[in-house]
């Protein structure tokens, strides 16, 4: 039985997600944007490459620890970057982040990257056996 105050986590918790998504394709805008300084584009090449890394601090099995970890590490520094950042290029990148959002999703890409991904699993496990 889901309670108020359960609702009230999970939908605060939704909200956070989108945030976190929106803020990381912004990020992502910033790298490639050509007036934003090279200290802030190593800045979010690292902290995107860490949110979409398999690679954790702390692996995410371990319970409540493994995914707190990527909720801190990612939220300061989503923040920390965001401040550091140029009110142009923030405004700038923001809007092409929501475009990029916008954008329909390719299923003739995403079969040709599991196609890719398959072909790779199957010659690793053949080069297993």
Do not use: H
């Not at 956070?16 to 190593?42: A, F, G, N, Q």
């Not at 692996?59 to 401040?83: A, R």
């Amino acid at each position: 039985m889901i309670t108020y105050q359960m609702k009230k986590i999970i939908k605060k918790l939704a909200t956070w997600t989108v945030t976190m998504k929106r803020e990381t394709l912004t990020l992502y805008c910033v790298i490639r944007d050509l007036e934003t300084p090279i200290y802030l584009k190593i800045l979010c090449l690292i902290l995107v490459s860490y949110a979409l890394s398999p690679i954790d601090l702390i692996p995410d099995f371990i319970p409540v620890i493994g995914f707190l970890d990527d909720l801190l590490i990612l939220s300061f520094g989503i923040y920390f970057i965001l401040k550091l950042l140029p009110e142009n290029i923030l405004l700038r990148s923001r809007e092409k982040a929501s475009y990029l959002d916008s954008k329909p999703v390719s299923i003739i890409g995403a079969i040709i990257i599991l196609t890719i991904w398959i072909a790779i699993l199957s010659l690793l496990l053949q080069f297993i056996y």
